[in-house]
């Protein structure tokens, strides 16, 4: 793999995770919203990543993964976590269904922020990996100067 290659797929990381923090800060800002543009209390949502230009995995298998060539990562689509929401007893609340249970959306703070740090770090490591991609190209030039 080329500097130029690396320095590609590190920035397709930084990418998917940028898209993912923000999908992130969208859950916990919502977190107590019972009532959207549908009428619904929001849905927790996830981020799907998937290769970019995947290789079949028969050809890898078959011994060609000397030719593969990573390409980086790409977000596919953003789906909504289809969990139960939580009903809570609050008969006076406008939201509350006959009964006098809200729905609440399914967003467990801990657990985003927990994908938060995690997500973090991977964007992190993809900007050292940028940065010493960097410096060997950098070294290249240098040598070639004299």
Do not use: C, H, W
């Amino acid at each position: 793999m080329g500097v130029f290659s690396a320095m590609n797929v590190a920035a397709t990381g930084m990418t998917a995770q940028q898209i993912r923090m923000d999908v992130i800060a969208e859950n916990i800002a919502n977190a107590s919203t019972t009532r959207t543009e549908d009428g619904t209390a929001y849905r927790r949502k996830t981020v799907v990543f998937e290769e970019k230009g995947t290789t079949s995995f028969d050809n890898i298998l078959n011994g060609y993964m000397n030719q593969y060539k990573p390409n980086g990562v790409k977000m596919t689509r953003i789906v909504e976590d289809p969990s139960e929401l939580r009903l809570v007893y609050e008969p006076d609340n406008p939201d509350a269904n006959e009964d006098g249970y809200v729905e609440y959306p399914n967003v467990d703070t801990v657990t985003e922020m927990t994908n938060l740090i995690d997500s973090s770090r991977s964007y992190e490591a993809a900007v050292t990996s940028f940065d010493a991609a960097k410096a060997i190209a950098m070294k290249g030039l240098e040598l070639f100067k004299g």
